[in-house]
């Protein structure tokens, strides 16, 4: 660790960059570049279609051909939770960076501004977090009616103001620093002064938090397709999957357990990926230049 | 430095302590080599910049180095005797508190915010003398008097967010008087204060000391403070003893250039009319120590001598010992 | 009686945080597209029925009216009438609170339970194996999904071993106890790893406290340091950590509730959308951010019981 450490000062390339990541960052890449390969390349990992039902292969428990078994209409479900990566990665993706990109400017810019626009905008992340987030986005779907779009529309209503409230504190920090106050003297306009000099010292934390927000949006994702409320069936998506198993899980574990080993495996992917950004973001800071 | 403990041995003897810190990318060698005594009753007075190692070297003392951060190498804390770093835990908070307790440098943080102060200040009577909560009340009230507190009685159950910080490094001094320790190791104890408070605590400490025929260490960046209490002195630089001896000796007959450069940047030492001159440059670093003296860098009598091999503390007169190869060139 | 002061200093505060929530919570029936009542009824009424329904919930007249008086109704603790439950939105909630509070309540003393002996002994044992393999279960804790810990918590105590019920709320204490007992695990499993970080790491910050050192310079045991003035001192960022995390802690528990039919809010609220009983859910609006505003207002409270200092 520590000869690696200053190694990596010296200009050595990948390699030296490689060395640098700490372990759980390295199996936390490794781990959601499997997880991304497989849902790209599903079609040609698995023979079957997620779709198409087989009441004669119905309810079968897992062996040599289907390794995750079937489900109660036939359909095979090692291909369905494959190709479900592609439906909660990329819902959770961007249900949690649309919100980041939303929320970091509209908090630094409040930070950097106060006044009215701060004050109007604080109110309105007080009230978002007043209610608990999960109620606060059932009663907007509510409101839209269920739907995968909607739950996009309806995670970003809530998820910016997390971002918000983090970048806004920053910048209030980041605000009363010499560099600001010295593009100020200079008559540099707001906007140059929030993009080129306070935002790359500001937009760590979010990075960060942004990893487990990541996670906690495709547990989101899936609890609402489990309620019901999200991704509407026969799409493949994991949290409908274990709610599908639901009525069978005495005569069939494996239809509601197995989908819900992929969410687990993504989410500590994510996590460890997070763990490791959080050393290397957390103890560095960017200067404004 | 009373005469009859002359020739007894030390009550601490500290012996080429070497305490390293594991740091990102290496370590950090805060003490090589430390060796120093300190006798029954006495003042040993320990000077030296931030950095020099001496708040280590107290905690090294205690064992309340942090783990495992920090590891003692070689050396030896020879208390009465007996060497602290070879005994087990129990036996070594036995020690703490009864046997030589600590104050602290700063009295606004040494106490927890959400106990009362009476509450801590006798923890250490009901933790190691097993007395009732009543008795130790009984006694933490006259230990509180005995330190300066007004009205004992009624403060007892204050809270330290409620006093001055100059009354809680009086609560503090008395906290470690509880148990009667044979040493008191007083790191920076007036640093964190106001001017004239510093002179009230350090009042305080010297009666205290008079009083109970203690041993103390007075750890201080401020030469002044310690020419002012101190029977001997030792003076620290880049973790290693580079002078010591008698307080009148070392003031008046450095026989260390970085002993002389305090001297010559220290306002509080009787020059009264001298221009102060500040020593020039920066201390080296810890973490890639040269091999040679290492205030090499910023002495003007250094020669190419002085780099190339350590320079051990050798005797100039009787008790007064310096690490320098040049020490009848100082003025 | 300092209390007294500080929760009307709290109320106070969080005037415009009610305000924004009541109107949030009246929106959610006006910004339905199209007419919420035929909606409702599902196209079984006639127009007069409609009309009538309109009129008898104020929706004749002008929006900002209709606001005042909702929030006037809600002061009183009028919350509406359900249409089609046929009672008032007040009644039907109040009957689901207990269940759900009892939920709530297990469910972060289980956590608690779970999470302060783990954190304390990793943060003792910082950087050694107990330590990675606390920090690693609560990465792989936080990324299971609730509604699947649930099942297999209920195929495994439950179906297979028979120790715990699956559904339902029991009777009395002891029956509610019991029947909880596996929802209230599923939300402590969630919850407890976020728990054990933050402790964990605030342990570790009250370690390097000066006032710590003193402590142990005293000669005091390592476990008496830990829990007389490490574990205090971090004690007020875990309340923190709990209330800033109830709104998740109940977001957990909409799931868990489904999962284990437990007839309380959480599960009224998803059968409330799914038959689409609007005035239940602006009721249940306004009645989930008063219970996230409360447990912050305690939060609050506890916090100043530990640290004098923060007492008005």
Known sequence: MSVAAHAGHAPGGVQAELLRWSPSLRIGMALLALIVAAGVFAPWLTPYDPLRQDYGAALLPPGAAHWFGTDSLGRDIFTRALFAIRTDLVIGFWTTYLPMLVGVLLGAWAGLKRGLFDAVLMRVIDTALAFPFLVLIIVILAILGPGTQNIYIAVFLVGWTMYARLARAEMLVEAGKDYVLAARTLGYPAWRILLRHALPNIVNSSIVFSMSDFVLNILLVSGLSFLGLGVPPPVPEWGAMVAEGKDFMQQAWWISTLPGFMIVLTGVALALVGDGLTHRLGDRHVTGH | ?331 | ?312
């Open chain 3, 1 to 312: 009686m300092w209390v007294l002061r500080f929760v009307a200093s709290r109320l106070l505060q969080a005037v415009p945080v009610l305000l924004g929530v009541t109107l949030v919570a009246f929106l959610a029936i006006h910004l339905v597209p199209g007419d919420p009542v035929r909606i409702m009824l599902q196209g079984r009424a006639s127009d007069a029925a409609v009309a009538e329904i309109h009129a008898r919930l104020g929706m004749d007249k002008p929006l900002l009216v209709q606001y005042a008086r909702f929030v006037g109704n809600a002061l009183t603790g009028d919350l509406g009438t359900s249409i089609i439950q046929r009672a008032p939105v007040a009644a039907i909630v109040w009957e689901r609170l207990v269940p759900s509070v009892f939920l709530l309540a297990y469910a972060t003393l289980l956590s608690v339970l779970m999470a302060v002996p783990l954190a304390v002994w990793a943060a003792a044992r910082r950087q050694r194996l107990a330590d990675h393999l606390i920090r690693l279960s609560g990465t792989v804790a936080f990324a299971m999904p609730s509604f699947w810990i649930g099942l297999i918590l209920i195929l495994g105590f439950g179906l297979t071993l028979k120790w715990f019920p699956i559904a339902g709320f029991g009777k009395g204490f002891g029956g509610h106890v019991h029947h909880l007992f596996l929802p209230a695990l599923t939300i402590a499993l969630f919850l407890a790893p976020l728990l054990i970080q933050s402790l964990r790491a605030a342990m570790l910050d009250a370690m390097t406290a000066e006032h710590v050192e003193v402590a142990r310079a005293k000669g005091l045991s390592e476990s008496r340091v830990l829990f007389k003035y490490v574990l205090r001192a971090a004690a007020i960022p875990v309340i923190t950590i709990l209330a800033v995390n109830i709104g998740w802690l109940i977001s957990g528990s909409v799931v868990v509730e489904s999962v284990f039919s437990v007839a309380g809010l959480g599960m009224l609220l998803v059968h409330a959308v799914s038959t689409r009983d609007y005035p239940v859910i602006q009721g249940l609006t306004v009645v989930f951010a008063l219970l996230v505003l409360g447990v912050n207002l305690l939060a609050d409270l506890a916090h100043a019981l530990i640290d004098r200092r923060v007492r008005p």
């Open chain 2, 1 to 331: 430095m009373s005469p009859a403990t002359e020739g007894a041995p030390p009550l601490l003897q500290v012996r080429d302590l070497e305490v390293a810190f594991r740091v990102r990318g290496g370590e950090v060698l805060a003490s090589r080599g430390v060796s120093l005594e300190v006798r029954a009753g006495e003042t040993l007075g320990l000077v030296g910049e931030s950095g020099s190692g001496k708040s280590v070297l107290c905690r090294a003392v205690l064992r309340l180095l942090p783990q495992p951060a920090a590891q003692v190498r070689v050396g030896q804390v020879l208390f009465d005797g007996a060497d602290l770093l070879a005994l087990p835990e129990r036996r070594m908070r036995q020690v703490r508190g009864t046997d030589i307790a600590m104050v602290f440098q700063n009295p606004m943080t040494s106490l927890s915010p959400v106990w009362p102060i009476g509450d801590q200040l006798t923890e250490g009577l009901r933790v190691h003398r097993g007395l009732s909560r009543a008795a130790a009340r009984e006694q933490g009230i006259a230990l509180m008097r005995a330190t300066g507190i007004p009205e004992p009685e009624r403060r007892y159950d204050d809270h330290p967010w409620q006093w001055s910080g100059g009354m809680l490094q009086r609560a503090v001094i008395a906290m470690a008087m509880a148990c009667k320790p044979r040493l008191l190791l007083a790191d920076e104890p007036t640093t964190a204060l106001d001017v004239t408070i510093q002179e009230q605590i350090l009042a305080l400490l010297a009666d205290l000391q008079e009083a109970s025929g203690m041993a103390m260490v007075l750890v201080s960046h401020d030469i002044g403070v310690v020419a002012e209490t101190c029977d001997r002195i030792a003076v620290m630089y880049a973790g290693t003893v580079v002078e010591t001896g008698p307080a009148a000796a070392v003031l008046g007959n450095p026989r260390h250039p970085y002993t002389l450069g305090l001297l010559r940047s220290s306002p509080g030492v009787d020059r009264a009319g001298r221009r102060l001159d500040p020593i020039p440059g920066q201390p080296p670093d810890l973490a890639d120590p040269a091999p040679g003296c290492p205030f090499a860098e910023r002495c003007a009598l250094a020669s190419a001598q002085c780099r190339e091999n350590p320079v051990r503390l050798e005797d100039r007169a009787p008790g007064h010992a310096s690490a320098c190869l040049f020490p009848e060139r100082m003025s």
